[in-house]
């Protein structure tokens, strides 16, 4: 009877043992990170790798994992990551390591007023400006020609009527692929102090708008002459060819 408990005892104690060690396997490996972990190191174009580092590094979701900067001689960024996030950290590298986009701005300064004037260099215009405006006359003044690339800013002199002015242009946002392609425009215009003629200087008109690539738009009047005449602002934005 002694033997048979005995054995049962050592029965007990060797089940126990193996359901410990079950246990503490599972606990063990609750505590793997997910993986299998792929390390990979991207050759960088235009992103330097301190930069592609902050690009990446919110698009880490595995503990362990992370993104790294390559030595100094070296322009890439070292990934460890799984293979699903990784290919998700390539397509984000594939939209910004790129060239920066250059965006052409072509612009005009046209006058409104009261007259039977039909300018044909702003023909394309004048059906539109006369739904839109009280005026019956439209003539351009002045065009203006600048190449920026995103967060560039550029500034351009044009003519009133022989009042020179200054146009400020600074370029944000700019969206080059599909059919949601624009630029986001802060413009300022300017009419430059003559003294000697008794003409003030100062701002124009002043805005900020989000422009499509290949359209033209109204970016603003400003009335003059006591409201008998206005200036008018448009611009229209097309992707230069790299």
């Given amino acids: 009877m002694r033997f048979i408990r005995a054995s049962m005892m050592m029965l007990a104690f060797g089940v126990g043992s193996r359901v410990a060690a079950q246990q503490a396997g599972t606990t063990l490996r609750s505590l793997e990170a997910p993986g299998p972990f792929v390390v990979k190191t991207v050759p ?53 390591d790129r060239q920066p986009a250059t965006v052409t701005l072509s612009f005009q300064l046209v006058a409104a007023e009261n007259t039977t004037t039909r300018d044909a260099a702003v023909a394309s215009l004048d059906s539109l400006l006369r739904g839109v405006l009280k005026f019956s006359g439209y003539r351009l003044l002045g065009t203006s020609v600048a190449t920026a690339s995103e967060s560039g800013r550029v500034s351009q002199s044009l003519s009133a009527d022989g009042e020179p002015m200054t146009l400020t242009v600074e370029v944000s946002d700019l969206r080059i692929e599909g059919n949601n392609a624009s630029v986001r425009l802060d413009v300022d215009l300017w009419k430059m102090a003559n003294p000697a003629k008794g003409i003030p200087g100062g701002k124009v008109l002043s805005t ?25 602002l448009t611009v229209r934005p097309q992707l230069a060819k790299r």
């Fill in 44 to 96: 960088l174009h235009h992103l330097t790798s301190q930069q592609a580092v902050k690009l990446l590094a919110p698009y880490t979701q595995t503990p362990g994992g992370g993104v790294f900067e390559a030595p100094a001689s070296i322009n890439a960024v070292t990934i460890r990551e799984t293979p699903k996030v990784i290919a998700e950290m390539l397509a984000v590298l594939a939209e910004y």
């Fill in 208 to 232: 900020g708008v989000t422009v499509p690539i290949g359209q033209t738009v109204v970016l603003g009047t400003s009335a003059t002459d006591g409201g008998q005449r206005a200036l008018i």
